[in-house]
Structure formats: structure tokens, C-alpha cells
């Protein structure tokens, strides 16, 4: 049986595992810490297919999400990777 991948779905966002110069330049622009941003899950149905994807998606780690709509646009979050 063919196992279904979440992040193909058109109703989830696209999610992007930040290279380590990029998180430090995200919480520099954001002007925060790592703890201050929202979580995510380990066990989230797309950081699981995400980790087939990358080789380094651990706890810790900053994950980008685009959010497309048709009355807001782009939006682009972030999330903290945490174990669960």
C-alpha cells in the first residue's frame, strides 16, 4: 500500500527545515531567541515526512512554513522543532 505524503496535500502549507545560517539570521531579523518562537512537533504528520526528506530535522532545529491565500497572500512563519 502506497503511504500518503501529507505535504503534498494542497490544504498544507510547504515546510522548509532552515539551514543553521539562516535560523540565526531569522531570530537576528526577528529580534528574538530560539525558546521564543512558537512549537512544532517531532511528531507532527509533516515534520515526519519532512525528516525523509533532510538528514538533519532534529528537536531544536527552525522549520520555515509558507501559508499561501488568496486574500492575505504569502505568509511566511516559524516554528521550533520539540521533541513529542
Known amino acids: ?11 498544507v502549507p510547504e515546510h522548509y527545515l532552515l539551514s543553521l545560517e539562516e535560523e540565526k539570521e531569522v531570530l537576528k531579523q526577528l529580534n528574538i ?27 531544536g532545529r527552525i522549520v520555515r512554513i509558507i501559508r499561501e491565500s488568496q486574500t492575505a497572500g504569502q505568509t511566511i512563519i516559524y516554528r521550533l522543532l520539540i521533541r513529542g
Open 33 to 59: 531567541t530560539r525558546d521564543q518562537l512558537p512549537k512544532l512537533r517531532m511528531s507532527d504528520p509533516a515534520v515526519r515526512i519532512l525528516r525523509r526528506i533532510e538528514t538533519d530535522v532534529k528537536e
Open 1 to 11: 500500500m502506497a503511504r500518503f505524503n501529507v505535504l503534498e496535500h494542497q490544504m
